[in-house]
């Protein structure tokens, strides 16, 4: 059963850089291309970036030029870095599967950028 563990999350500043991580078990990690995914309250889901199993990368419009999705498949982790946080960047952020995400999800990590 695959197992999903994201940390690197906190409280920052506008314009304040945060590296989230997210270490998968219990599957090939090296064949799947990941996503990194948001929760803001009251709102739906929404993916931020992705990542296929060889290294292309997508963003939504939003964060493209902030935020950078990198994997090492040695290590089963995805990464995300995020650089000139905005106050609307503030979530919960998870990761998993792209496109179809495994019915699990992990415990997520909050972001809360203060203005």
């Known amino acids: 059963q695959v197992q999903l563990v994201e940390s690197g999350g906190g409280l920052v500043q506008a314009g304040g850089s945060l590296r989230l991580s997210c270490t998968a078990s219990g599957t090939v990690f090296s064949r799947y291309a990941m996503g990194w995914y948001r929760q803001a309250p009251g709102k739906q889901r929404e993916l931020v970036a992705a990542i296929t199993n060889d290294g292309p990368t997508n963003y939504r419009d939003s964060v493209k030029g902030r935020f950078t999705i990198s994997r090492d498949n040695a290590k089963n982790t995805v990464y995300l870095q995020m650089n000139s946080l905005k106050p609307e960047d503030t979530a919960v952020y998870y990761c998993?599967?792209?496109?179809?995400?495994?019915?699990?999800w992990g415990q997520g990590t909050q972001v809360t950028v203060s203005s």
């Open positions: 998993n599967r792209f496109i179809v995400p495994w019915d699990y």
